[in-house]
């Protein structure tokens, strides 16, 4: 029997990372997502995905690679799939690129059982995102962080963001979160490079290297440095990743830095295709393209593991108006702003807790004791903000005796909720602590009830739980 024959076509532009390829016929133009290979010159092959199909039996495709030295008239074979990538345990340990190609520079990868698309139409059957509510029992996800733990808990299944502009925290503690799942709750993580510095990945692989956590971990990269067909569909490849450990009925954590990047590369796409841009300056396409990531991260109501996202989220010049990141806000379950004014102050984590939100902070989820410690801790760092502005003109003596007592808890209580990080041991020179959340909610109880006014607030600075006795 004969094989079917190739189907190639020819290269008649190249603009950038868009390469136009004309085929013979109508029949011939490979479907959208579908990818076409070519090579360079210089004996490079280049992966290209078909975004658009043009009058005249041309396909405008997007690289995955770069463009340089493709020649007009290269001969291009259409693969007839969309782009797939390996799953299995050998993934582990292991940085690959959008296309599941090793790039750490360990050789082939082995233990792999199969290839998977990286783009799939959702079947509908399984809840998701914040209608996870409606069904099922709502686990906590202890995270040790003692500020996220009290204010922003972490449920599984749902999806936690961290927004922040420049230098201000997002990666640490990013790093952090995965430290703590693997080593406290020996969990699996799958983490994607998103259109961040090749700086960052290098660093990310040696510390986790470094605190024994890699064995658990996927990653998926695709910087700063890439085209943006890569850094868009890198969060693509780092989903397919997540769902196979879910089927394995495992519970993942996924770590997106940052999700900003893609939403960013999705408009560099759209200008290249000639789409005119929406009134916002980005793509008419953006609602589409979250939506499209995030319904696959998803809780599998017990037919498997769940999904728990945490996406580190940039925000440009600290405007959280941005409409790239008010489009984000509407799929996070629990939404960490972080400020630079606590920066300024030395408090790290520096989650602003009046600017930020949790859905999951609710009595059914983390009990009434809980809700009540959070709600009275919310009030203080409140009022706490009304009477800094009246000190600043007049002075702490000027304040009532309640008004003092609630300013002084307020500071011990900012404080209290700073914490060393295992993986910034070596900036703050202090060692990392784990904290339950019990002991966390213990420590402000005994803050809230005056049990250590007799403390200096330096003291609860940077420390893991309350001591005992104090």
């Known amino acids: 029997m004969d094989k079917k024959p190739k189907i190639t076509g020819k290269v008649v532009a190249v603009q950038g990372p868009v390469v136009d390829v004309k085929f013979e016929t109508m029949e011939d133009v490979p479907n959208i997502y579908n990818t076409v290979e070519l090579d360079t010159v210089d004996g490079n092959c280049v992966v290209l995905e078909v975004a658009e199909h043009m009058p005249g039996n041309i396909a405008r495709c997007i690289a995955l690679k770069s463009t340089l030295n493709i020649q007009q008239g290269t001969t291009v074979l259409s693969t007839g799939r969309q782009i ?63 500020i996220i733990d009290l204010l922003f808990p972490m449920v599984r299944g749902s999806k936690t963001g961290i927004l922040g502009g420049a230098a201000l925290g997002k990666s640490i503690l990013t790093l952090e979160l995965i430290r703590q799942v693997v080593k406290e709750h020996k ?55 997540a769902e196979f450990i879910q089927r394995q009925n495992k519970d993942v954590l996924l770590f997106v830095d940052n999700i900003f990047r893609f939403v960013q590369a999705g408009a560099e796409i759209s200008t290249l295709l000639g789409r005119v841009p929406s009134e916002t300056g980005y793509q008419p396409t953006l609602i589409a393209e979250a939506s499209e990531f995030h319904e696959r991260v998803r809780s599998s109501q017990g037919a498997g593991g769940d999904i728990t996202a945490v996406e580190a989220v940039y ?32 408090l790290y984590p520096a989650i602003d807790p009046l ?116």
């Open 315 to 346: 925000v440009p010049a600290d405007d959280l108006t941005d409409p790239a990141v008010v489009t984000l806000f509407s799929f996070f379950d629990s939404v960490m702003v972080l400020s630079r004014e606590k920066i300024q102050l030395g």
């Open 84 to 146: 797939t990538v390996p799953v299995g345990d050998g993934m582990y340990s292991r940085i690959v690129n959008v296309l599941g190609e090793p790039i750490d520079n360990k050789g082939p990868i082995t233990g792999v059982t199969g290839e998977e698309p990286i783009r799939r139409a959702l079947s509908g059957t399984k809840v998701h995102g914040t209608a996870a509510r409606l069904v099922g029992k709502l686990d906590v996800l202890e995270s040790g962080i003692k």
């Open 355 to 470: 600017l930020s939100s949790c859905a999951n902070l609710d009595p059914d989820i983390v009990g009434k004791r809980h809700f009540d410690i959070s709600q009275e801790v919310l009030r203080i760092f409140q009022r706490y903000e009304e009477l800094r502005k009246i000190v600043l003109v007049v002075g702490i003596d000027e304040l009532s005796n309640v008004d003092r007592t609630i300013f002084d808890r307020a500071r011990k209580l900012q404080n209290f909720l700073t914490q060393p990080f295992y993986v910034a041991e070596v900036y703050t020179g202090k060692k990392g602590e784990y904290v339950e959340i019990k002991d966390t909610i213990e420590g402000c109880s005994r803050i809230l009830t005056g049990e250590v006014d007799h403390m200096n607030e330096k003291d609860l600075y940077l420390i893991g739980k309350l001591p005992v006795s104090v």
């Open 187 to 241: 969990g699996s993580c799958v983490f994607i490079g998103a259109g961040e510095r090749i700086r960052e990945g290098n660093e990310l692989y040696y510390e986790l290297s470094k605190s024994e956590v890699i064995e658990k971990v996927m990653m998926v990269f695709g910087q700063m440095n890439e085209p943006p067909g890569c850094r868009f569909g890198v969060v693509m490849t780092g989903v397919t990743l």
